[in-house]
């Protein structure tokens, strides 16, 4: 009876974290990715169906509506307590700090590769009859554009927690047509390329390097778009922007990045 009586109290026991109901999401998105992964597999051997379609948008709205339910719980609902928020913070560390592993990954294949340049590309790097990518082209461009991009970036976060409703949202706005033109130029800059991904271990490592963070561009770029309208919105207060805290962390793993890509990647 007294061991009941103590499972009663700890039952009942109040309190900070948010124990989330039932959601079809979770298990929706995991299907959703072992199907675009496996159509994606196909379609890179010539076998398109309509199937990598579905598997994409039904990841698409699987992610959008699980978002909505977050931020309903957090906004509307109040669960994400101060607790919640500094789990949430935490889980967003971690998955930085899995990006820049991954980063660090691409890093070692160039240095790997450009230190070391073995006999199958001629001992020489980048390999002969590669004309690699001038750094004071579209890359130029694209650099400043980023790191203008983090400035205002920073600057709509000041503003925010200041108070100042409109200049964060101005200086929001202004990160995303950055990363807008900046997704733009590496599509120009790709376009006017004198070598494919397929022409060497240096188009390989160029396309795979740059694709993945223009990828991680429009990520970022969509997280401060959903955090734009929220903003305007009235979501976010002076004390609680988790959310847009989150997309600034990974904005600026996105400049970072860069700028050593822009120095290890490119001919001056």
């Given at each position: ?147 203008v991009s983090g400035i205002s970036l920073t600057y709509g976060h000041r503003e925010l927690i200041k108070g100042e409703r ?13 990363g807008i033109l900046f997704t733009i130029l590496q599509f120009i800059e790709y376009i006017n390329t004198t070598f494919s991904i397929n022409d060497t271990v240096f188009g390989s490592i160029f396309f795979l390097f ?59």
């Amino acid at each position: 009876m007294k061991a009941l009586k103590n499972r009663l109290i700890v039952s009942n026991e109040r309190h900070p974290f948010h124990l989330v109901d039932c959601s079809p999401w979770p298990i929706i998105t995991s299907v959703s990715i072992a199907h675009l992964a496996i159509s994606f597999s196909l379609y890179m051997h010539d076998f398109y169906s309509a199937r990598l379609s579905i598997a994409f948008a039904c990841l698409l709205l699987s992610i959008a509506f699980w978002f909505h339910d977050i931020i309903l719980e957090s906004t509307f609902e109040g669960n994400h307590t101060k607790k919640v928020r500094k789990g949430i913070k935490i889980g967003m560390s971690l998955f930085i700090i899995s990006e820049v592993m991954f980063f660090f990954s691409l890093f070692w294949a160039l240095f790997h590769f450009s230190l070391f340049p073995n006999i199958f590309i001629g001992c020489v790097w980048p390999p002969l009859g590669i004309e690699p990518v001038n750094a004071f082209g579209y890359a130029a461009i694209g650099t400043l554009i980023l790191i203008v991009s983090g400035i205002s970036l920073t600057y709509g976060h000041r503003e925010l927690i200041k108070g100042e409703r409109a200049n964060s949202l101005y200086g929001i706005l202004t990160t995303i047509i950055f990363g807008i033109l900046f997704t733009i130029l590496q599509f120009i800059e790709y376009i006017n390329t004198t070598f494919s991904i397929n022409d060497t271990v240096f188009g390989s490592i160029f396309f795979l390097f740059t694709g993945f963070h223009g990828f991680h561009v429009i990520i970022g770029t969509i997280m401060l778009i959903i955090c734009f309208f929220r903003h305007l919105n009235y979501h976010f207060t002076r004390e609680t922007h988790v959310g847009l805290d989150c997309a600034i962390w990974y904005w600026h793993l996105v400049d970072v990045v860069w700028i050593f890509v822009y120095l290890s990647l490119y001919k001056y």
